[in-house]
C-alpha cells in the first residue's frame, strides 16, 4: 500500500480536530441552563441556551395565589429573563479565553515551518505554557 502524502494526513488530521472540537462546543453548550426565578420568587423555570423550558418548579399554592393572567406573568418574566441569562452564559463559556483551541492556522504553520514534522501529523494540542 503507497504511503499517503503528508499534506493529505494533515488535511485528514484536520478534518478530525475539527469533528472533535465541534462535540466538544455542543457538548458544552448543551450542559449550561438556567434558573431565574420569578419577581415573587414562587416561579423557577430551567431554560436552556435555546431558550427551550427543561424544568419548571412552582412553589406551593402558588396556583391558588395568583389569578390566571398573573400567574401567565410571572411564568413567562421568569423563562425571558431565564432566557436571557442562559444565552448571556452561553457567550461567556464560548468565548472563555481559557477554553479556546490554539488555531489551526497557528498549527498548519507551525507544522509546515519544521518540514511536515518527519510525516508526522500535526499536533492540535493546547500550547504549552
Known sequence: M???????????AMKRELRHRI???????????ARRPSPSGLVIPEVDTRGRLRDLYLAPGT???????????????????????????YHLTMNDPALLPRPLAEVMG????????????????????
Open 2 to 12: 503507497r504511503e499517503l502524502h503528508p499534506d493529505v494526513r494533515a488535511g485528514l
Open 110 to 129: 507551525e507544522w509546515r515551518v519544521n518540514g511536515s514534522g518527519g510525516f508526522q501529523d500535526p499536533q492540535f494540542g493546547k500550547t504549552k505554557e
Open 63 to 89: 396556583c391558588d395565589r395568583f389569578d390566571t393572567h398573573e400567574l401567565i406573568a410571572e411564568l413567562m418574566t421568569a423563562i425571558v429573563e431565564s432566557t436571557a441569562d442562559a444565552k448571556r452564559k
Open 23 to 33: 462535540d466538544e462546543m455542543q457538548e458544552r453548550a448543551a450542559e449550561i441552563v
